[in-house]
């Protein structure tokens, strides 16, 4: 077992250096050391094809538990299927959603709701990439507001640095409230089994209290640099109808109907029972079988790189856990805690931010989800409220550095790409102090929540 342990151990730490290097694709990266995994941990050193199996966790996909709750315990551990299905059922959503031009036409049509005034605009997609975020991945929403802000700037004559960048940290901060805002919800959701008003009445709350703060810090930092410019003489009444942007008014309804729908059934399936794979695998062939001729333009924008990083990501943290590492490290922590759970929610908390400001937080969360359910020490009650620090350190710690989080780089891309490169040093400067902001609002608030209840 310590040769697996050792094993397991050095595959892990290689799989984290090989992607903070970024000289492979993160996908190849997590297949390869997963079939390191398989053949080194399971084959070799266990010699135990039966956690092969549990890894593969294949035969849960058959289940009727994998599709709607019937009060049964699922397969725990190894590839979580729920969160490949459920996000790549989302992405195909957004994509249909991105063919007929939605976004587009939202960002215009906010834009000229407030007479294209460039402070009111700052706001109004910080509120806009906050509430987006919330439902649609973080990296879809930064790209369609990105390239419209550097639209609007062009036109109106402002820097849209400052816009960009309270954009892509709003657009974190939103992925941090529901359980289908960000990867590592999903992840912490689908495992926990808890849905997405969960993540809404918990996570949520802290998000939108953190959000009023934030929108008045980027206000003060930002508005000498907006007020500076935006200074112009456009005719606003020749500036194009939010209409003319909607390729397909057909499938424009169509579209905001699924959207619609989909936002219904995942606040709902609490109560329906209908899991989050069984609502990602619908929604995917509702949007393909409403798309026409247009199906294969919608699969091939689907981002399939994400998906396979996922699977080979599962299976390597898969050998973390059945070699029993994760477990010697929460019995770590929990040493270093003494029962102080106080500063058990600290350290969950500000490790996750510190660690998702430079590595990937997807890896990250998945490391963690099987470690603060040994702290939790079987109290559901414990578990939820390590659950919601874990959540809103990984959320929002990456938005501290242009790396921490894809829709970082994503933003950063489009600005560079305009001509307006965000160096370390300015990225830093104005996000690094907001996410310490939004983080020690968690600390506090989650403390005074929940740990003064156990």
């Known amino acids: 077992m310590v040769a697996a342990q050792v094993v397991a151990i050095i595959i892990f730490v290689a799989?984290?250096?090989?992607?903070?290097?970024d000289k492979i694709e993160k996908h190849y990266i997590t297949l390869g050391c997963g079939l390191l995994t398989i053949i080194l941990v399971f084959g070799v050193c266990l010699q135990e094809p039966t956690a092969i199996w549990r890894v593969l966790n294949l035969s849960a996909i058959v289940t009727p538990e994998f599709w709607r709750t019937t009060g049964a315990e699922t397969e725990s551990g190894g590839i979580d299927w729920a969160t490949i299905f459920f996000l790549g059922g989302m992405m195909i959503m957004v994509e249909g959603m991105a063919r007929v031009g939605f976004f587009n036409w939202l960002c215009r049509c906010i834009a000229k709701?407030?007479?294209?005034?460039?402070?009111?605009?700052?706001?109004?997609?910080?509120?806009?990439s906050f509430v987006l975020a919330m439902f649609i991945d973080s990296i879809t929403v930064i790209l369609f507001l990105a390239s419209v802000t550097i639209e609007l700037s062009r036109l109106l004559k402002f820097n849209p640095v400052p816009m960009i960048m309270s954009e892509i940290f709003c657009a974190n901060l939103g992925g941090s409230a529901t359980m289908c805002g960000d990867p590592p919800n999903i992840i912490i959701g689908s495992n926990l089994h808890y849905s997405f008003m969960d993540f809404v009445?918990?996570?949520?709350?802290?998000?939108?209290i953190s959000f009023g703060f934030i929108v008045v810090y980027f206000f003060l930092v930002m508005r000498k640099e907006l007020a500076s410019s935006g200074k112009t003489d456009v005719d606003f009444d020749d500036m194009p109808s939010p209409k003319s942007f909607?390729?397909?008014?057909?499938?424009?309804?169509?579209?905001t109907v699924i959207f619609l729908t989909a936002v219904a059934l995942l606040i709902t399936h609490n109560a329906t029972g209908l899991t989050v794979a069984f609502i990602g695998v619908a929604i995917a062939l509702v949007t393909l079988l409403t798309s026409g001729t247009h199906i294969l333009e919608v699969l091939k924008g689907v981002d399939y790189k994400t998906l396979l990083f996922f699977t080979g990501l599962f299976i390597v943290v898969g050998g973390l856990e059945q070699t029993g590492v994760l477990e010697i490290i929460a019995n770590f922590i929990s040493t270093i805690c003494g029962g102080n759970y106080y500063l058990m929610v600290a350290i969950i908390i500000w490790v996750s931010g510190i660690a998702s400001a430079f590595i990937d937080n997807i890896p990250?969360?998945?490391?963690?989800?099987?470690?603060?359910?040994?702290?939790?020490?079987?109290?559901?009650?414990?578990?939820?409220?390590?659950?919601?620090?874990l959540a809103m350190g990984t959320d929002v710690g990456g938005s501290a550095t242009p790396i921490g989080a894809s829709a970082n780089v994503v933003g950063t891309s489009a600005a560079a790409k305009a001509g307006h490169p965000i160096g370390w040093g300015e990225y830093c400067k104005k996000m690094a102090p907001a996410t310490i902001i939004v983080l020690a609002i968690s600390t506090i608030y989650i403390c005074i929540r929940y740990v003064t209840q156990i």
Request: with cysteine; proline share 3%; charged share 10%.
């Open 15 to 21: 799989m984290f250096i090989l992607i903070i290097s």
């Open 113 to 128: 709701m407030v007479h294209y005034k460039t402070i009111p605009i700052f706001i109004a997609f910080m509120c806009m």
């Open 201 to 208: 009445m918990n996570t949520g709350v802290v998000a939108l």
């Open 246 to 255: 909607i390729t397909d008014k057909k499938g424009f309804a169509i579209s």
């Open 364 to 389: 990250f969360a998945a490391t963690m989800v099987p470690i603060i359910q040994d702290l939790a020490g079987g109290s559901d009650f414990v578990l939820s409220t390590l659950a919601w620090s």
